[in-house]
């Protein structure tokens, strides 16, 4: 715990939050998973919530407890490259070359990795992609870590994981400058929100058990958002070339708003299990559907 504290440049405080929640859900999972059985666990949050924290620590303490193989993904990692959506930019909106948005990840990509997981056997392995943000670029290859199957948990991580497609009347009002000044005509959200009800939907029809972080608000993501920006930049090797100054963030969240109201709204009620932040980004309650009904 120590190492992993220092690891993840956590608080002490973290062990308490790790042994009073992250723990016990650690100690389900084999129940959840049943025997001879891989599961397929998702984690949402918006930005600045701790899911890949807590994917990181899910993977340590199952290996730890059960022995058990874990790859984690993050959505992040598979969006498109730079020139694929400068492709996009092109041919569908120009919103579309900002990474973050549903339709901009390579979601065949994704759904290939998590068949090649499945299948894994023992002897094989498999390097998992890996994004760069300071490049706003796939990294190289030489840089994907390996996972050795088979594989008993994957982890998929991100802030669109379990989200669904919105009704098309939710789409005619703009929700901030973004959309009203660069989106008028809403083609753009259409294009979020088809590829949300396609391609990603498939992916997320196939968790077994959905994690949701839920942060007090949306303006609490933004203040969380920064700090993880500045923690990004201490340990790029291009230190803060590439990333973002708060006035880029706040636009850079709108290409995300939408659909994070939208899953503060909606998603307590559809994951397995829900952490709740407060606005100093600690848990203060966890609630698991089987509880709420």
Not at 9 to 17: D, E, G, I, K, Y
């Amino acid at each position: 715990m120590s190492a992993f504290l220092s690891q993840h440049r956590l608080p002490a405080t973290f062990r308490q939050v790790a042994e009073q929640y992250y723990l016990p859900l650690a100690r389900q999972l084999p129940a959840i998973r049943g025997i001879g059985k891989q599961l397929l666990l998702g984690i949402n949050g918006a930005q600045g919530t701790g899911k890949s924290t807590l994917a990181e620590f899910l993977r340590l303490a199952t290996k730890s407890m059960f022995d058990w193989r874990v790859a984690v993904l993050s959505i992040d990692d598979f969006y498109y490259t730079l020139e694929e959506r400068r492709a996009l930019a092109r041919d569908v909106h120009p919103l579309l070359m900002t990474r973050g948005a549903p339709g901009t990840h390579d979601t065949d990509l994704l759904y290939d990795y998590l068949e090649r997981l499945r299948q894994l056997d023992t002897g094989e392995h498999v390097a998992l992609p890996r994004f760069d943000k300071a490049t706003d670029d796939r990294a190289d290859e030489t840089r994907w870590p390996t996972v050795d199957g088979p594989v008993d948990l994957i982890i998929l991580e991100g802030w669109c994981v379990g989200t669904t497609a919105q009704a098309d009347l939710e789409l005619r009002q703009p929700v901030n400058e973004l959309e009203r000044n660069e989106d008028s005509d809403g083609t753009w959200r259409h294009y979020v929100n088809e590829q949300l009800k396609a391609s990603y939907q498939q992916i997320f029809d196939e968790l077994d058990f959905l994690v949701f972080l839920q942060a007090p608000d949306f303006d609490s993501i933004l203040r969380w958002r920064v700090e993880q920006e500045e923690k990004l930049a201490t340990v790029s090797p291009q230190g803060s070339s590439g990333l973002m100054n708060r006035e880029q963030l706040e636009r850079f969240l709108q290409f995300y708003e939408r659909l994070t109201r939208a899953n503060l709204k909606d998603l307590p009620s559809k994951a397995d299990v829900v952490f709740s932040l407060d606005e100093a980004h600690a848990i203060e309650s966890r609630a698991q559907k089987d509880d709420r009904h």
